[in-house]
């Protein structure tokens, strides 16, 4: 599928507010990729896809997490974890998507995970940084990203656990993971 007629495509699954944050995770993906040494087209191609099921009612995700056997563990955290598989889901079976680096960057776009790709990191880092997020503490970060990619991911990820653990939420095992390792592999 050409590049217009995949946005075209996506665009029509969301908001127009949403399309405006994924276009933001675009371009910072391609900033970040040839800051940090990584293909951007590829970048690019997972932020265009990252939220494609965004919008999706939970039923429809949460039927295609049991039926296409994504982690069943998923369903005992927060909703808003499901819309990262099932759009990597998505994004291989409606989208046609081969690249399974492309789909893990999708696939692990929210949670995170313990031994994430530079590409998984550019995506996961992008969608915190985008110009149109407007997070407590999300500019210290966008200076971090300038210079590491590690280093920014680390405070972005603290960022996000502390605002779970303050919403009273449960945080994904994936979550606790990918910090860990960022930790082991930074200090
Ligand atoms: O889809 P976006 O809004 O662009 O961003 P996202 O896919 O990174 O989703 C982030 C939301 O997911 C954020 O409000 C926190 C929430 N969330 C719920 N449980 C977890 C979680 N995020 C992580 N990283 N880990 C969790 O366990
Ligand atoms: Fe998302
Ligand atoms: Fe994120
Ligand atoms: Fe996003």
Redesign the pocket.
Known sequence: MKRDQLIERVKAEMPER?WL?TEG?MAAAVVLAERFGEDAERAELAAIL??VA?YWPVDRMELIISEQHLPGDLLA??K??W??PVGAWVAQHEFGVTDNEVLDAIRY????RSGMSKLEKIV?LA??IEPGRDFPGVDRIRELSAKNLEESMLAA?DN??A??IAKG????P??ID?RNDLIQHIK
Do not use: C
Not at 109 to 112: A, F, I, K, V
């Open positions: 949403r944050h995770v990252h939220d965004k955290y927060d808003e974890l819309h990262a776009h929210t949670s995170g996961w969608d915190y990820f996000t656990i605002f779970l939420k449960r945080i994904y994936l979550t990918a």
